[in-house]
């Protein structure tokens, strides 16, 4: 069953902890990052993310997730290491082409920062089920209906995407040219987008009458089939993540005030 | 006490002239097995959704009349409170997976999520359903990697669940295959044995007249009968209104074999009967 999550299923301390503390880990880093501009603190925190995804055993799958951004991160160390405004001492020429120490430094904190911020997402995304997740936050308030949005997204769009292929065979088999030339493709697609949108629509209405027949709209306060999991670990993590966001703040404060 | 009561029930979809439910009353009793028959366009599945409220809650139109379940009035009440009265099934078994649960055993606890029910409870209630329908042993897959007759079992099993004492089903086997039909209609017959109140729609002549404490026969809104289904299949005015008979009433009404003026809609039935035919002749 195609699914679009990107969950690992391995037996690790990581994937049991609760998925609200891994959402609460991104804020955390991001946060630690904003308030401590350092590049020794975003090195520090990345360390951190690597070795918790070296820990849950998933490192392997956070290298494609990186590697995505590849283009954009190298754009930017060239720009920066170009024409940042404060480049004033030259670190090393190609050819004519000089690139500054400043700007260098500058956009290794920027990389430094978007990797750790991939690779705290990726914590969260490769070691927690989308179901899970939006389960437990529903249980913290998140409203059912958005909840249900949220995680039936996931299966339905693959399903749809099958249902779209099977259409778009139908219309093949009656000699619609669906490949080749780009303008093959543009008059393919209105012969196809018809069945495809009335389809969704259908389903989608079906689907909703057989929720409502299931008390999808019921005003009882919703129970849950599967227990929670929260552990002492668990509660730890929520004060280490205040008291990591605390310490910093008053580290900056302090660095005004000298 | 009338389970289902059904008063001059009238409707017409929005922005449309005609009644899709035209003055329809009838009066269903707890535990019966009741086909609806008619050609497509008759009104079956829309009277359905009026039995369960999604008309006039869900779809807007002019509406009349009442159906009341256990006295109370759906078009008055909330969906989810007669949802624990009166379940669905409806034709698509791809469209009555919610979606958004991962495996079989969570998709029907869905419903009971909803309603509120303690874990415990919940369990119990997965367990049996899904052991009535036969498919407790797929209990850990996707729901979609289930077989068109095994999501349908568990569309059922999501409902039954629920515990109604009403369970619709609209052609629930018009996407299946022999064998998937087959499993479905086993399934239904348990609910029944149960002493659960059925309403099918359904095309399969054979299995209504088979099924069936009584038949409602539909056409372009109106209820033309509603009977046993000896008297239904025995009419000799059904191809007018698109209901070809079972094989077997057909083949004895080519030799008028009957019995008290009513043909045999069952194959144990018109094999006895025919057997008797030839003692005779």
Redesign the interface.
């Given at each position: 069953m195609k699914s679009l999550s990107l969950y690992q299923e391995r037996d690790s301390i990581i994937h049991e902890i609760e998925p609200i503390n891994k959402l609460l880990y991104i804020l955390t880093t991001i946060l630690i990052m904003i308030i401590v501009p350092s590049i020794k603190c975003a090195v520090l925190c990345m360390i951190i993310s690597l070795m918790l995804l070296l820990k849950a055993n998933v490192i392997k799958k956070v290298l494609p997730i990186i590697n995505f951004s590849f283009i954009i991160l190298i754009s930017i160390i060239i720009i920066q290491g170009l024409f940042n405004i404060n480049n004033k001492t030259v670190l090393f020429n190609i050819g004519k082409i000089k690139f500054y120490k400043e700007g260098m430094m500058y956009s290794a904190l920027i990389v430094i920062r978007v990797i750790n911020i991939l690779c705290a997402f990726a914590l969260l995304v490769l070691t927690t089920k989308p179901s899970d997740l939006i389960e437990d936050l529903v249980r913290r308030g998140l409203s059912p209906k958005i909840g249900y949005v949220l995680s039936s997204v996931l299966q339905i769009i693959p399903q749809m995407t099958s249902t779209m292929g099977t259409i778009m065979d139908a219309q093949r088999s009656r000699g619609l040219e669906t490949e080749g030339k780009l303008i093959n493709r543009i008059k393919a697609f209105f012969p196809l987008i018809g069945p495809v949108v009335m389809n969704s629509l259908i389903a989608t209405r079906e689907r909703a009458m057989a929720l409502e027949i299931r008390a999808f709209s019921s005003k009882n306060k919703k129970t849950f089939l599967n227990e929670t999991k929260s552990t002492k670990l668990d509660s730890s993590l929520k004060y280490i993540f205040i008291a990591a966001v605390i310490l910093s703040i008053i580290w900056r404060a302090a660095i005004w005030t000298k | 006490m009338d389970k289902i009561v059904v008063e001059n029930l009238k409707y017409k979809y929005p922005l449309t002239d005609k009644l899709v439910l035209n003055d329809i009353s009838f009066k269903i009793e707890k535990g019966q097995f009741i086909g609806i028959i008619g050609q497509n366009g008759a009104g079956k599945s829309t009277l359905c959704?009026a039995i369960?409220g999604?008309v006039p809650l869900?779809f807007k139109g002019a509406y009349g009349g009442r159906v009341l379940v256990d006295g109370i009035e759906v078009a008055k009440s909330?969906?989810?409170d007669i949802?624990?009265k009166v379940?669905?099934v409806?034709q698509?078994p791809?469209?009555?997976v919610?979606?958004?649960?991962?495996t079989v055993?969570?998709e029907v606890?869905?419903?009971?999520?909803?309603?509120?029910?303690?874990?415990e409870e919940?369990?119990n209630r997965?367990d049996e359903a899904l052991n009535l329908l036969g498919i407790y042993r797929f209990k850990d897959r996707?729901p979609?990697?289930l077989s068109g007759g095994q999501m349908q079992r568990l569309?059922i099993a999501?409902?039954i669940a629920?515990q109604p004492d009403v369970i619709i089903l609209d052609e629930p086997t018009s996407q299946l295959d022999p064998q998937g039909s087959e499993e479905v209609f086993k399934a239904v017959w348990d609910l029944k044995k149960r002493g659960i109140t059925i309403i099918m729609v359904e095309h399969k002549m054979e299995k209504i007249a088979e099924y069936s404490d009584k038949v409602l026969l539909m056409h372009d809104g109106k209820v033309i009968d509603f009977d046993t289904p000896e008297k239904i299949f025995s009419r000799d005015d059904l191809m007018q209104y698109g209901v070809i008979e079972p094989a077997y009433t057909r083949i004895c009404k080519a030799f008028d074999i009957k019995d008290s003026g009513l043909y045999p809609v069952t194959l144990d039935r018109a094999c006895e009967m025919v057997v008797k035919y030839n003692e005779h002749n």
């Open positions: - | 959704q369960t999604l869900f909330n969906i989810s949802s624990l379940g669905m409806f698509n791809f469209t009555q919610t979606g958004s649960k991962l055993y969570e606890a869905f419903g009971l999520e909803n309603i509120g029910l303690n874990r919940m369990k997965i996707n979609f990697d569309a999501g409902i629920m």
